[in-house]
């Protein structure tokens, strides 16, 4: 069943609030025109927590937790404005997750997610990315300025929270790097398609984009995947987030 959590005094503005139970069907949850974030973390507290704070702080949406995201997977209302997955202390870069998150992302490639972790290590930061998450957090910021990031990321923007500017420095120099190894590697035609792909686009529509014939995009995919031998266009988004992280 679905727990309710009340808005309290000091939440006037505050969006509902909904704690989605394992077993509790989306089917059973009224309509509303009030947009949904989703948020993931396996800790029952942090992320009732997390989503009493954001709602504190201004976060006008409605609330939905989930433990994993097989159970948001598994749950009927699946439609949210966006995803933010809490990982705590937990890495980026362990296989299982990026696998999981990739698949996530080439499954749904509108969806914006979000990633909000303790670590702020460079290399995280830029698997994230490359995985194609919309925003990285690091739980080190202020409520008001990770709701602001939320927003951005679910309108459409990207939001990297890198503290040090020599960070931020470093986090270009190496995607400089990753951009040059990949130029050598693929004509730009090529990295065009790439990118179209990673964001789920069928032959058509990236066709369209590029002012192409669908023939010659399925001429770009077949030589990408002869560069990486991969067999389908899936292994190209995995290959092309691992030859590059």
């Known amino acids: 069943m679905a727990t309710a959590i009340p808005t309290y005094g000091y939440m006037p503005n505050a969006a509902r609030f909904r704690v ?4 509790l069907r989306g089917s059973e949850m009224p309509d509303t025109e009030t947009p949904k974030l989703a948020i993931i973390d396996d800790r029952a507290l942090d992320r009732e927590c997390l989503a009493q704070s954001l709602i504190a702080h201004g976060l006008g949406m409605d609330v939905e937790l989930f433990s994993s995201l097989e159970m948001w997977r598994n749950t009927a209302e699946s439609r949210h404005a966006g995803i933010l997955i809490n990982i705590g202390r937990n890495d980026v870069c362990d296989d299982l997750f990026i696998n999981d998150l990739k698949r996530l992302i080439s499954e749904f490639p509108e969806l914006p997610i979000v990633i909000l972790a303790e670590n702020r290590d460079l290399r995280q930061i830029l698997r994230a990315f490359e995985a194609g998450v919309r925003g990285y957090i690091s739980s080190a910021i202020g409520l008001n300025v990770c709701v602001g990031a939320i927003s951005l990321a679910l309108a459409g923007g990207k939001f990297i929270s890198v503290e040090n500017p020599d960070d931020l420095r470093q986090l270009l120099v190496v995607a400089e790097d990753k951009e040059r190894r990949r130029t050598a590697m693929f004509t730009q035609r090529e990295a065009d ?34 560069k990486l031998h991969a067999r389908n266009r899936t292994e190209i988004i995995f290959k092309i987030s691992d030859l590059f992280k």
């Open 20 to 23: 989605v139970a394992n077993s």
């Open 193 to 226: 398609v790439i990118d179209a792909l990673t964001r789920g686009k069928p032959n058509k529509i990236i066709a369209y984009e590029l002012n192409l014939r669908e023939s010659t995009v399925k001429v770009h995919i077949r030589n990408i995947m002869k």
